[in-house]
């Protein structure tokens, strides 16, 4: 049974950095993509960054750009975010996500770690 597990989530001041990890566990494959996901208070979720497994191609969201990055380390079977220069829009629980085999459709999902940015 594959179980996503995320933590780095904690709270900083704008303009601070935080750096999120989601460990896999119970694959017997390399899952196409993964994703992380955030989802404010009253809010839809939305996708923040996406990273396709086998080439390390990566996908950002535009209000995401330049300030976070993620990243992978296949040994660990761990997808990283990288969060810098935070805003406090940022603010959020924010959600692991991974695709089963051959294509990237996200069917696995992490608990969630809270994120949260103070001006």
């Known amino acids: 049974q594959v179980q996503l597990v995320e933590s780095g989530g904690g709270s900083v001041q704008a303009g601070g950095s935080l750096r999120l990890s989601c460990a896999a566990s119970?694959?017997?494959?390399?899952?196409?993509?993964m994703a992380w996901f955030r989802q404010a208070p009253g809010k839809e979720r939305e996708g923040v960054a996406d990273?396709?497994?086998?080439?390390?191609?990566?996908v950002y969201r535009d209000s995401v750009k330049g300030r976070f990055t993620i990243s992978q380390d296949n040994a660990k079977n761990t997808v990283y975010l990288q969060m810098n220069n935070l805003k406090p829009e940022d603010t959020a629980m924010y959600y692991c996500?991974?695709?089963?085999?051959?294509?990237?459709?996200?069917?696995?999902w992490g608990q969630g770690t809270q994120v949260t940015v103070s001006s």
């Open positions: 996500a991974a695709a089963g085999r051959g294509y990237c459709e996200y069917i696995y």
């Open positions: 119970g694959y017997t494959y390399r899952p196409y993509c």
């Open positions: 990273i396709y497994t086998d080439d390390g191609r990566v």
